[in-house]
């Protein structure tokens, strides 16, 4: 593992990827009076009108002739363009990044020129890959991790459809590096930006920010959400900014503000200068941009898809309620709807929109149409995505599988698009699609439980988690993973349907795989250091005997089954199947 870890090391060192476009057009362009930023769009050598350019504030279209002209402060240090439909950006040969940006590089009275090509292509049926939260820090091996656990389903999935000739792009929602320890392990978000072109990710990568991919050593001030995004803007371009594929608008924000306030008391990691703190919201100077790129689109029913770190609600209790949870901040930094709802409204005037999210690890679909009370949100899903690091590498790291905190593998969401239609269905990192649930048979749990050394170190130092060493006879639990109120789970015994009860319940699973390890192996005993943390994605029945076959059919969203036979008993350990 060490080889391989420096190895790749050097080559992030050795090697600098230029994300922006760098093309000089043939193409006749001036600059237009009072306009600071100029040039042109095209294609094949041909110019390309109607294209949509911005500096992050405003937004103009390239005329009959290709070129666009702006009128721009330059406050961003960047200009970039919304591909249009029909269309692909450059990716050089050996990276991930369109080139659809270009970095500003004269003083703000000074009009500079920057032209883009693109290419034709037919992508109104295509697949967006949803990944979030890789977090490479250079620990646990997450490196090669990443290359050997999720990578080969990555690829996979990719294969299949490029095999039937469909396009395949990736959305990124942020949280790829770990601000922690951009300075302890000398690997920051550019690094990431290098690393993931040279391990070959398939696809070209649309990258937005989170939270932990801002610069922790910028002091705390007025423009400190800003500065703290420098070093990500030279990796990776505008933190916020629009493309089309096929029929549908994809739009990325960065929807965290960054404060890094000092505290009292306060042992930031090495060279932080702040709490590495922030708000949960979308800054209205984005606001104002997002409402005049959705101005631009006539057809309202195109369906818009909104890339961003974290999400923007779910359900307060997720197996039977429809009352909306926000992450949103509020002026007085509590969470609160009122400023979820100012963004959604935004979105009010579209038949279909999809939230798609990470920052939690977890994965939780939340359709807001089932909460009556707010109808401005009757057109909105929250795909609050897995993360790529599961439990930030930790469980595989220490011999288990690839676990998520709630449970559930790691992995990513898949969005086959054909035309205005939008399904999804989401890939774990260790067994694959084929797989959206994993059974677990109570009474092996509970002889583990009662038996385990380890297991009950930790029980007696936390007695607020679930100590299945007490549960009933012939109980099995179900975890679907991506389970929504439209799913359907149903289980028959020897051709007898069960009562399949809704509820939440801890993995146990998860409970051996990351908090043994965690707490037991270091020795961190302190109570209620681990709290208890059901997911809502659990299904249980009663059996009638230890020994019987079980059938479970889980149906999802789109009708697709996913059927196991349950041979009982059914032994269980952290590296489960």
Not at 74 to 98: C, L, W
């Amino acid at each position: 593992m060490k080889k391989i870890l420096f190895t790749l090391c050097a080559l992030c060192s050795a090697i600098t990827l230029s994300a922006q476009s760098t093309f000089v057009s043939t193409l006749k362009a001036k600059a237009a009076k009072g306009a600071t930023i100029y040039g042109t769009v095209e294609c094949d050598g041909k110019p390309l009108a109607g294209v949509a350019v911005s500096d992050g504030y405003s937004i103009v279209k390239t005329d009959k002739k290709g070129v666009y002209n702006l009128v721009s402060e330059k406050r961003n240090g960047n200009v970039f363009i919304t591909i249009p439909s029909g269309y692909e950006a450059i990716v050089a040969k050996g990276d991930v990044q369109p080139q659809y940006w270009a970095k500003l590089t004269a003083d703000s009275k000074t009009a500079e020129r920057h032209d883009f090509t693109l290419k034709a292509v037919d992508n109104k049926k295509h697949v967006m890959l949803a990944i979030t939260d890789i977090h490479i820090s250079h620990q646990l091996g997450d490196i090669e991790q990443l290359e050997t656990i999720v990578m080969p389903q990555i690829r996979a999935e990719v294969e299949k459809y490029r095999k039937e000739g469909i396009p395949v792009y990736t959305m990124c929602m942020g949280d790829s590096s770990f601000d922690l320890f951009w300075y302890d392990f000398l690997f920051d978000i550019k690094d990431f930006r290098t690393t993931i072109s040279k391990i070959g990710y398939p696809t070209p990568i649309f990258h937005t920010m989170g939270n932990h991919d801002n610069d922790g050593a910028t002091e705390p001030d007025e423009n400190t959400d800003f500065n703290a995004t420098k070093k990500y803007r030279e990796a990776f371009g505008p933190t916020y900014y629009s493309f089309n594929i096929g029929d549908v608008h994809y739009i990325m924000l960065d929807n965290l503000r960054y404060r890094n306030e000092k505290r009292p008391n306060m042992k930031p990691g090495k060279n932080m200068a702040g709490a590495r703190n922030y708000d949960h919201i979308v800054t209205e100077e984005q606001m104002e941009w997002l409402r005049k790129d959705l101005a631009m689109i006539e057809d309202k029913t195109t369906p818009i898809v909104v890339g961003m770190h974290c999400p923007v609600y779910r359900m307060k209790s997720e197996h039977n309620s429809t009352e909306l949870y926000s992450y949103y901040t509020d002026e007085k930094g509590g969470r609160s709807l009122p400023p979820a709802l100012y963004f959604s409204e935004a979105f009010k005037d579209f038949e279909s929109v999809h939230y798609l999210t990470g920052h939690t690890h977890k994965l939780i679909t939340t359709h807001c149409a089932v909460n009556k009370e707010y109808p401005v949100l009757a057109n909105t899903i929250d795909h609050n995505v897995s993360a790529i690091c599961g439990a930030w590498w930790f469980t595989a790291a220490h011999g288990g599988p690839h676990l998520a905190p709630d449970g559930a593998p790691a992995g990513f969401t898949v969005f086959p698009v054909e035309g205005k239609n939008i399904e999804w269905y989401f890939t774990a990192a260790d067994c694959g699609a084929e797989y959206q649930f994993r059974a677990f048979d109570l009474n092996t749990v509970r002889d583990y439980y009662r038996t385990n050394g380890e297991m009950r170190v930790l029980l007696e130092n936390n007695p607020q988690r679930t100590d299945f060493a007490t549960v009933e006879d012939n109980r099995v639990a179900i975890h679907v993973w991506d389970w929504a109120p439209d799913w359907t789970v149903s289980v028959t015994e020897n051709g007898k349907p069960l009562k399949v009860v809704h509820e939440p319940m801890e993995n146990p699973q998860y409970t051996v795989a990351y908090c043994i390890p965690k707490s037991v192996w270091r020795r961190n005993l302190k109570k209620d250091l681990f709290k208890a943390d059901p997911t809502a994605h659990m299904f249980h029945i009663v059996a009638s005997a230890p020994d019987t076959t079980l059938e479970i059919t889980v149906t999802d969203s789109f009708g697709r089954e996913y059927k196991q036979t349950m041979i009982r008993p059914k032994a269980f350990s952290k590296s489960m199947k």
